[in-house]
């Protein structure tokens, strides 16, 4: 069996963040797996949903970060869906995934720059999303 050391000090600034943007409650998820047999991406992740979340409970954010299942999920929603706790993966790996582009300071959307996204007739809804993701 291999041991898992738990760390609750350890990422715990940047965990809070990420429960903060997304709004959810990791430890009400009791790891019943119904997000994982459901998620259409699964096949292709190196972790599983729940796994993921376990992940967040323990505090390893880096062993999360450093997943491939951060950037294949779907966010199709249907893990929130199956949860019969309300736990909605789908926004927790938004949440990481946001906080990894504003650590990397990747190109950030400045509320000046939306007068020109619209000559360009790009969907409101991008604009908006982008606007989200890249403006701290």
Known sequence: MKKIEINSTHNKEAINEI???SGERIQDCMQ?????AGCPASESMDLLPHQAIRLLQLGQLDRLKESNTI?????????GQRCPRE????????AVRLTIIRRVGASKL?????????DNKIPQQA??????KHHK
């Open 110 to 118: 400045k509320a000046d720059d939306v007068p020109n996204l619209l």
């Open 87 to 94: 736990v909605d993966l789908s926004k927790l790996m938004e």
């Open 71 to 79: 950037w294949i999920c779907a966010s199709c929603f249907t893990c």
């Open 19 to 21: 429960l903060e943007i």
């Open 32 to 36: 019943c797996g119904k997000c994982s």
């Open 127 to 132: 604009i908006v999303s982008a606007f989200r």
